[in-house]
């Protein structure tokens, strides 16, 4: 079944830990997106990436990176974690027209 | 600038009742407009889509008025339920922006039984 996966779902980490939210979907889409969205709150887009070896950064700025080596993975890391980046973490992708489809979320809590 | 504006931010009805939201645009070149669902802990689900060649399309419970020259679209949910409590997102995207989506700020519903 084509679905989209985040990994981990719920992630508790200290101050100035790196880490590396995972994303991969099974549908073969060539965009991707990560979004940053608090508890109910609109949702941010932070970095997109319309095919492989190309990223781009959204409308929020995000001190977070990411890379598109494969068309179906497309993780996002935090070299130095702050309590500031505490959120939750929205992966989705899009192939022809506009319909994005949307991860389960990583609620990310750094103390 | 908040390109995409949703209003109300709550909402509240009773079983049966007819929420309806609604959500104004700015950028002219925008040409899709889809409502997601969101419930707690999960991630957005795309509900219905509309292109403004259309003034209105239904799924199901659900209808999107669409108002071109007023730079407007709705969403009603006919005979509410509780388990359409949710959260609502409006968004709007165009080839022109890139075809990225611009999100309205939210709704919360909630239909009491």
């Known amino acids: 079944e084509a679905d989209i996966y985040q990994t981990p779902r719920y992630l508790v980490i200290g101050t100035g830990k790196k880490i590396t939210l995972e994303c991969s979907q099974t549908?073969?889409?060539?965009?991707m997106y990560w979004y940053q969205q608090d508890p109910g709150m609109e949702l941010h887009l932070i970095h997109y990436?319309?095919?492989?070896?190309?990223?781009e950064k959204g409308d929020l700025s995000s001190e977070s990176t990411v890379s598109r080596i494969r068309t179906e993975h497309f993780p996002l890391t935090l070299e130095s974690a702050r309590p500031s980046h505490t959120s939750q973490y929205l992966c989705?992708?899009?192939?022809?027209?506009?319909?994005?489809?949307f991860g389960p979320g990583t609620r990310l809590t750094v103390l | 600038q908040q390109q995409v504006k949703q209003s109300p931010q709550s909402l509240i009805v009773q079983k049966g009742g007819i929420p309806i939201i609604n959500c104004a645009y700015e950028?002219?070149?925008?040409?899709?407009f889809p409502w997601y669902q969101q419930f707690p802990g999960k991630g957005p689900a795309l509900l219905i889509a509309?292109?403004?060649?259309?003034s209105e399309k239904k799924e199901g419970r659900f209808t999107i008025s669409f108002n071109k020259s007023a730079k407007q679209f709705s969403l009603h949910i006919m005979d509410s339920q509780p388990g359409d409590s949710a959260t609502y997102f409006c968004?709007?995207?165009?080839?022109?922006?890139?075809?990225?989506?611009?999100f309205g700020g939210g709704t919360r519903v909630l239909v009491k039984p």
């Open positions: 989705a992708s899009s192939e022809l027209g506009h319909s994005q489809f």
């Open positions: 549908m073969g889409h060539d965009k």
């Open positions: 990436s319309y095919g492989v070896n190309s990223t």
């Open positions: 950028n002219t070149a925008f040409d899709y």
């Open positions: 509309i292109r403004p060649d259309v």
């Open positions: 968004a709007a995207s165009g080839e022109a922006a890139g075809n990225k989506l611009t």
